[in-house]
């Protein structure tokens, strides 16, 4: 492996320099010097350079480049057939070397295996295998489900029914905070010297990385039970493009606009919309304006009755706002598919604070 990685990290520089990203022209410059230089055995010689190109591709396509990328983690990029195959509940390697297998899709089983990724992580060897799927195909909605991103709660539903999934945020401020006391306390004079010695870098990246990890994580785990629900009733989900939504931000108190920039939006749009695609779910992104201000009955504007209460003056339609936005979403999905919405009739909080 750190063979590999040495001849990986070459083959990249110079694919990148003589633009050799044919196979042809890489192989006729690399492969005697991974054989002869690094001692690579032919398949993975050919692996390498395969792989070095795909990561120099990459990185002439991005138009912000930064230095030519390298190869630090220790791992090893394998095609089945030549440098690994899967017999039984082992896997083989080249060079005769078994892998048992703990984990495995057999949902997936019967379609070709693709490149593989052999990692060295905190002591264990770790296969990771590329397989070909079929695309699922996408039912006729028979509804909507309405996605509501808030600071506290992710309000999920239409006006039959209401789902609240409540978000991480409080858990990863608490580690933001532990991270930014430690760097204000070290950062005077006094403790310049333990800061040099890296044990307090360390602790505070680690701090950081916790308050990401906390946010991904709910992410990916509140974006499945939410399509897992939008494909159980065959509904179509339908979130608000809240993509302007950083340059609102700055009108906010600095307490509710560092919450939501730590809630990072952006991620759950992702894992929604990846789960959608992988699930077959119909997915469609709708206008924010006015779901959380206008009445969904008459199109009035909405005043404040209460602690995230808002009622309508004039037909005296009143709700949690959370539902008003949700009912909104979906008569604008509706009307994006050209369907009608009857009149709702939203349900009342029972669980709302009366004051502020």
Not at 27 to 34: E, I, S
Not at 106 to 119: C, F, I, M, V
Not at 184 to 190: L, R
């Amino acid at each position: 492996m750190k063979r590999y990685r040495e001849a990986l990290n070459y083959s990249i520089k110079v694919v990148i320099e003589n633009k050799a990203i044919s196979l042809g022209k890489a192989h006729r410059l690399l492969y005697k010097v991974l054989k002869e230089k690094y001692g690579l055995p032919s398949k993975i010689a050919i692996d390498c350079y395969r792989e070095a190109i795909a990561i120099a591709k990459s990185w002439l396509k991005n138009t912000n480049k930064g230095k030519i990328p390298r190869a630090n983690n220790f791992r090893i990029w394998l095609t089945y057939g030549q440098s690994y195959r899967i017999k039984g509940d082992y896997v083989e390697l080249l060079g005769g070397y078994r892998l048992k297998i703990i984990g495995l899709d057999r949902r997936y089983d019967s379609y070709p295996n693709k490149d593989a990724r052999l990692l060295l992580k905190d002591g264990k060897f770790i296969l990771k295998i590329s397989k070909r799927v079929p695309e699922p195909a996408k039912y006729d909605p028979k509804g909507v489900l309405a996605v509501d991103v808030n600071e506290k709660q992710i309000v999920v539903g239409n006006r039959k029914s209401e789902y609240r999934f409540d978000t991480n945020i409080e858990r990863a401020l608490h580690y933001k905070q532990l991270a930014e006391n430690l760097q204000k306390k070290h950062s005077s004079f006094k403790y310049i010297a333990s800061l040099k010695r890296g044990g307090i870098k360390r602790r505070i990246k680690s701090f950081y990385r916790k308050a990401r990890n906390i946010i991904e994580d709910w992410a990916k785990k509140t974006s499945h039970e939410i399509v897992a629900l939008a494909k159980q009733y065959q509904y179509e989900v339908d979130r608000e493009d809240l993509t302007n939504l950083v340059e609102n931000l700055r009108k906010l108190p600095k307490e509710h606009k560092v919450s939501l920039l730590i809630l990072s939006y952006r991620r759950l749009e992702h894992w929604i919309d990846w789960q959608c695609e992988k699930q077959g779910v119909p997915i469609a992104v709708i206008n924010p304006k006015g779901t959380s201000s206008i009445c969904p009955i008459c199109g009035s504007k909405l005043v404040e009755n209460g602690y995230r209460k808002l009622k309508c003056n004039k037909c005296g339609f009143e709700a949690d706002r959370d539902t008003i936005a949700v009912i909104n979403i979906e008569k604008k999905a509706y009307k994006k598919m050209g369907g009608s919405l009857t009149t709702p009739t939203a349900p009342q909080m029972t669980d709302v604070i009366p004051n502020r």
